[in-house]
Nanobody, 124 residues
């Protein structure tokens, strides 16, 4: 089993920054791709960013490209999401997830472990 715990969410003004962390425990996540998704009430959970097991490949949703950066520190089994230039439309619960493989994917079905989520609220 893998347990994922997100932290770092909160309330921030538009244009501000937040850094989310996802700490993994249990079985290793070091060789697996990891991703961030987000969800607002009444909407599907949507892909935000993913990073390969080695950290050498990253992919982003068009809506966050050039503003968000995903990274990982395998020695601490932790994945990060640095969010800059935040907009009110970034308001959501953010979830981290572990992929079934080492490669990145934008699809929810390719991820088998999920955290409980952390709320990010961006005020205008």
């Amino acid at each position: 089993q893998v347990q994922l715990a997100e932290s770092g969410g909160g309330l921030v003004q538009a244009g501000g920054s937040l850094r989310l962390s996802c700490a993994a425990s249990g079985r290793t996540v070091s060789w697996y791709a990891m991703a961030w998704f987000r969800q607002t009430p009444g909407k599907e959970r949507e892909f935000v960013a993913a990073i390969s097991g080695s950290g050498g490949t990253t992919v982003y949703a068009d809506s966050v490209k050039d503003r968000f950066t995903v990274s990982r520190y395998n020695a601490k089994s932790t994945v990060y999401l640095q969010m800059n230039s935040l907009k009110p439309e970034d308001t959501a619960v953010y979830y981290c997830a572990r992929a079934r493989t080492v490669g990145t994917s934008r699809s929810k079905v390719d991820y088998d472990y999920w955290g409980q989520g952390t709320q990010v609220t961006v005020s205008s």
